[in-house]
């Protein structure tokens, strides 16, 4: 349990928090960066003036077939699949609704590259069905949180707000059916700043149940990141510059720390790049993150070893060339390696494997698209699909935008 000491900080936070949020309310309005209106079709949909529109290639059609296969599995109520074994059809695993929501967020990615209304009907669908996760509960805790497994995860808040961004991105408006997401989002990040410990780092979990507390002994290692992406995306969204002072707030901390192959971290730094700048030490903790997930590279592309895995690096680098090229700093050194795991990673999407198993008909028909994990898993896994998805987009944008300067 934590002491009383700090629930006291907590508390204070919160309260600071909100009157920062209060006072800054009517100064809320959209940035000039993807703000156009768009009106989404079944058959096909018109992106935002200032998208990246991506030229057809083999590696695009690579991520609409992923998010095919999200889509040939996913339920009448909005249920995306969560894990399968395609050789034997076992879906026999506890679903985590935290990465569930963040392959709802794929599935808008998917539309953005594909123009394809038929994939934001699917995430949307999808959205609808997982926003019933969130919870509001005013005299308990501040703003609204994914409530998952008995608590609310950090993660599971930071990544419903970057969904929320991805469908925004692609669609242009804030209203899903009676939900205001825009509302949601700040909502959401509300609680994300107040779980903000003193020295700029977060508590990871909080319990909603008995009063409301802050649990100090829950640790998960992507939560920051992904906290300090969403709070970059608060801030495009809204043009509240709260947001943005926040994320330097949180990255400042962030860069003091231990360097992991943090791909969220990654993709802050990108959207940091965009729409501030990077400082001196940013680009020197980004490039030590490229570097550590390169040397990890050869455990990485062993056949028995994760393709899910392998997809993060393919993020975290795509979207560290990007944060260089927008800095003005070296980038093209990156490209080898984006490629080298791209190309481990596309070996295990079917019906294509690198581990000689014959794939038949049938199995593509249900399959095809869908990236297992292992020659020793066969499981084709949602977070699989979002990192693959999210990762290569990264990098066909990247791509777009290194060719035109």
Not at 34 to 46: D, K, L, P
């Amino acid at each position: 349990m934590p002491s009383k000491q700090a629930k006291l900080i907590v508390a204070a936070i919160t309260l600071i928090v909100i009157a920062i949020l209060i006072s800054s309310s009517g100064r809320d309005q959209f940035l000039l960066v993807r703000t156009s209106v768009v009106t989404a079709t079944a058959e096909s949909i018109v992106l935002p003036p200032n998208s990246i529109p991506i030229p057809d290639s083999p590696l695009k059609e690579s991520v609409i077939a992923a998010g095919e296969y999200m889509v040939r599995q996913q339920l009448t109520n909005g249920e995306l699949s969560y894990q399968v074994d395609f050789q034997s059809g076992a879906r026999e695993y506890s679903p985590s609704n935290i990465r569930l929501i963040a392959g709802t967020g794929a599935l808008y990615t998917v539309c953005r590259v594909s123009r394809q209304g038929k994939y934001c009907d699917a995430g949307d669908l999808a959205l609808d069905r997982y926003l019933d996760l969130l919870i509001t509960e005013p005299k308990q805790f501040t703003g609204t949180c994914l409530y998952t497994n008995g608590t609310c995860e950090l993660g599971g808040s930071a990544l419903a707000v970057d969904t929320i961004y991805k469908r925004w991105q692609v669609k242009g408006d804030m209203e899903l059916g009676e939900h205001n997401l825009r509302h949601i989002a700040v909502e959401l990040g509300k609680f994300i700043v107040s779980l903000r410990k003193p020295e700029g780092g977060f508590y990871h979990a909080f319990d909603p149940h008995y009063g409301g507390t802050a649990d100090p002994d829950y640790y998960s290692i992507y939560s920051p990141g992904e906290s300090l992406l969403a709070l970059t995306e608060l801030y495009e969204m809204t043009g509240n510059p709260l947001w943005l002072t926040q994320a330097r707030e949180v990255n400042d901390y962030m860069i003091t720390q231990p360097i992991t192959e943090d791909h969220w971290h990654s993709y802050a730094f990108a959207m940091l790049a965009r729409l501030d700048q990077l400082t001196e030490a940013d680009k020197k903790y980004a490039n030590e993150i490229a570097h550590v997930v390169i040397d990890g590279g050869v455990r990485s592309l062993s056949a028995k070893n994760s393709s899910i895995s392998s997809a993060t690096k393919i993020e975290a680098l795509a979207a560290l060339a990007e944060a260089f090229h927008l800095s003005n700093e070296k980038h093209d050194w990156l490209d080898d390696d984006i490629r080298t795991f791209i190309t481990f990673v596309r070996a295990r999407q079917l019906p294509d494997n690198n581990c000689n198993w014959a794939i038949s008909d049938q199995m593509t028909e249900r399959y095809g698209g869908g990236i297992f994990s292992s020659c020793d898993d066969p499981s084709i896994r949602v977070d699989g699909q979002q990192h693959y998805i999210n990762g290569v987009t990264a990098y066909l944008e990247y791509q777009v935008m290194s060719a035109e300067k």
